[in-house]
């Protein structure tokens, strides 16, 4: 079977990327490993609960009207409405360290002012920063990647202030340990910042729903249980592609949404000496408690914490299992909804690594899953409400399970650090969208399946 | 299609890319980038509804040649004359 393109993978990246494709005429097939589409933003069922993973909350959120930003861009790329997604603005999340909070809301006006009134001798450094912020070309493919620590600190001189910005924007997306590319931070403190938070009453189901029947609807062909076994090249090119159930087939171009190295991986001359240095290494552990009341009825109102237990945000993979001195608390249920949700949720989020998750046996893995959701509850109710008594459920998923169920190489959920920005690979006729592409988050992946769909396959004729 | 014809077409294209906009004042000699609120991935869209509605294969190089709605009548009155 011949196509015009063939996508690997039906997370957000691959599903937009086919969108565009097949609105286009373009033969496209996307295949995806799992059962389930949405990749490493999907969704679960356990014990009678409808289960998210990923999404806490979609970033870039702005009123309907806005135009120039993102979340608009992609709508009219997709051919989508803005109630499409149904998406409903957050109430309020705060980051919290020892001594200070910073709350911030949809309304980037009400943020400026939180810095000021905590860090008043910052008030002319923050405005400094705004200004390299907003004047940075950060979709620039072709920019030289600079380091934002090294910016930020030349600006704003309180490393306390500094920690605090970059605690939310790398928890949400920073593959790299400890700084960050400085695009990908202005990205980031739009996305979180000057835009906001919010959440289609339904979670990520919403999205995915919307993508696949879109998808469907222009015509693409969407293979589910079908992992690609490998690549066969020849002249610099992906000659044909070999599928786990034995069918062979070939693509004028090839996007790839499973990861760089993950990719290269299946190159019938893979050398991995070339590749493996590029490996993610950030995972994280994430534990979700079913409540049998909702939060606010506790007088929890906050939607997103990003907690830090000192003045230094240490963000790298842990030396033992999880990593609690920081993390993030989410509230599926404090988004303003139309109605509440069947149930009360929290989310917790913590740092963890995928060397000592993995290593461990069956039972020891389930201990120290249940020895660590203990240890963070104990650290959390200090941030919110101690909700421990109304818990009725509880799942906890590990850089173990994220492996499983999206082949990431290490459960690394932001990808490599070495991001590919132009989508492009040595082969001439395969390319890379997704989370190693460059754009993360919900919006910056839908942006990658959509740019690399522009840019390698319809700019192309 | 008559000169005035492919102009209304690459209207009602922008208009259905870009809804929200008022076309009405939209001068021919201006770059329609200057004058509306569209995107270099909107202007693509431009490209690829010519090309899924009318067959019409632009090339990169020749995206330039749409930049203004003069120019842009005057580079595909040939391809779509005919239509």
């Known amino acids: ?461 | 299609m008559t000169k005035e014809q492919i102009k209304d077409t690459i209207l009602e294209i922008i208009a259905q890319i870009i809804p929200d906009e008022d076309l009405s004042n939209l001068k021919g000699d201006i770059p329609i980038r200057e004058q509306v609120e569209l995107d270099s991935m909107d202007f693509l869209d431009i490209i690829m509804e010519l090309r899924k509605r009318y067959g019409i294969e632009v090339p990169e190089d020749d995206y330039i040649q749409l930049a203004t709605l003069d120019s842009s009548v005057a580079y595909l009155e040939p391809r779509m004359r005919e239509l």
């Open chain 1, 1 to 461: 079977m011949h196509y015009d393109v063939l996508i690997i993978g039906a997370g957000m990246s691959g599903l937009a990327a086919g969108i565009r494709l097949a609105y286009y005429g373009k033969r496209v097939r996307i295949v995806e490993k799992h059962y389930r589409v949405g990749g490493l933003n999907s969704f679960y069922s356990l014990g009678g609960y409808k289960l998210d993973v990923g999404l806490h909350a979609m970033t870039n959120y702005v009123p309907k009207g806005v135009k120039l930003s993102p979340l608009p861009k992609l709508l009219r790329q997709l051919k989508l409405k803005a109630e499409d997604f149904g998406l409903c603005p957050q109430r309020m999340s705060v980051i919290k360290f020892p001594d200070t909070s910073l709350r911030f809301n949809n309304d980037f006006d009400f943020f400026v002012q939180e810095v000021v009134d905590n860090f008043p001798r910052q008030a002319d450094n923050f405005q400094k920063l705004l200004k390299t912020i907003f004047e940075y070309d950060e979709l620039n493919l072709h920019a030289k990647p600079i380091s934002a620590r090294e910016v930020v600190s030349s600006i704003i001189s309180d490393p306390l202030l500094s920690n605090m910005i970059f605690c939310p924007l790398m928890f949400y997306g920073n593959a790299q340990e400890n700084d960050m590319e400085f695009g990908q931070f202005v990205i980031m403190f739009k996305s979180i910042f000057c835009e906001g938070f919010a959440r289609p009453q339904a979670g990520v189901r919403q999205i995915l729903d919307v993508l696949v029947k879109k998808y469907k609807a222009c015509g693409g062909e969407l293979k589910m249980r079908c992992a690609v076994t490998s690549l066969k090249c020849a002249n610099s090119r992906v000659e044909s592609i070999l599928l786990e159930n034995g069918e062979v087939l070939t693509a004028d171009r090839i996007l790839s949404s499973a990861g760089y190295v993950e990719t290269m991986k299946l190159l019938t001359d893979y050398d991995s000496s070339k590749f493996n240095s590029h490996a993610g290494q950030l995972s994280f552990v994430e534990f979700i408690l079913v409540l049998n009341k909702e939060p606010a009825e506790m007088g929890y109102e906050t939607t997103i914490v990003f907690y830090n237990n000192s003045d230094i945000f240490d963000y790298r993979r842990p030396d033992g299992l999880v990593d609690v001195s920081s993390g993030v608390i989410c509230c599926p249920n404090n988004f303003q909804f139309e109605g509440p949700l069947p149930e009360g949720m929290i989310r917790i989020t913590n740092l963890a690594n995928f060397d000592l998750w993995n290593r461990l046996g069956e039972e020891e893995y389930k201990a120290q899953k249940a020895a660590w959701l203990e240890t963070t509850l104990k650290k959390v109710v200090k941030f919110i409400p101690d909700f421990r008594d109304s818990i009725v459920f509880t799942d906890i998923f590990t850089p173990k399970t994220i492996h499983k169920f999206t082949g990431r190489i290490n459960g690394a959920v932001y990808g490599t650090p070495n991001k590919i920005k132009t989508g492009r690979t040595h082969l001439d006729n395969l390319f890379i969208c997704g989370t190693d592409q460059g754009f993360l988050g919900i919006v910056g992946a839908i942006l990658s399946g959509i740019s690399m769909a522009n840019l390698h396959v319809l700019q192309k004729g």
